[in-house]
């Protein structure tokens, strides 16, 4: 079995090590720019706080490792075309002849829906749940944040938004292999809430209104992925009919 995983494992390795040296070079070039983008990062902050205060560091290393922050995430949001470019390279060998054609397309519509949910977060999460976490008890408080502890939570939220807008394109990936279709989705649709809410709890401050701002565009991800599983790989009819009793079934003992 482990001379049959040889060559998976080695191509594995080929795709990850040209990942890794993509972001490393890409490190090195944002580096050179993290004065500016940690400026970009913490605008929405800045336009939040109230008068008298504003971003310090606690410690002395702090603004050395925040730069690395910066410069890392930096370099994997530009490396992002080509992560997913590796990674179809790596799935394709398993892939029919005109399945391995939708290179192109994968790789644009990825990298684009992690773009979106980042600019999603961006522009509207993060300046609407700062703005409530930062003003809450501001007569009695001074708001200080520090620059490390904001550079980590805010590279976490726009990751987690990323991700969560690949949803229709991991369903597409799924549906074209043939292991998920729309009656699949659709009968999991109950469960799926329950997931994006806990999700939304975990990737986001601990305030409702920004949870609810992550899980509302997620089911309305979740409903555009079932469209695409149905162009993709619409479920039989018998299939549908017996999603459907056992639905029925389930309805009728709760």
Known sequence: MFDELRPHLAELRKRLGISVAVIFVMFFV???FWEPILAWMIAPLNGV?????????TKVQEPFFTALKVSFFTAFIFSLPILFWQFWLFVSPGLYDEEKRLVLPFVFF???MFLAGAAFCYFIV???GFNFLINFGSQLFTALP?????VGF?????FGFGLAFELPVITFFFAKLGLVDDAALISFFRYAIIIIFAVSALLTPPDVLTQFLMAGPLV?????SIIVARVVNPAKKEDEEKENTELKEIEEKE
């Not at 706080?49 to 560091?57: A, C, D, M, R």
Request: charged fraction near 10%; proline fraction near 6%.
């Open 30 to 32: 944002c580096f050179s």
């Open 126 to 128: 993060v300046p609407i």
């Open 110 to 112: 990825a990298t684009f």
């Open 154 to 158: 805010f590279t976490k939220l726009l």
């Open 49 to 57: 706080l109230p008068e008298g205060s504003h971003v310090i560091f």
């Open 220 to 224: 309305i991800l979740y409903g555009l």
């Open 146 to 150: 520090s620059i490390g502890e904001y």
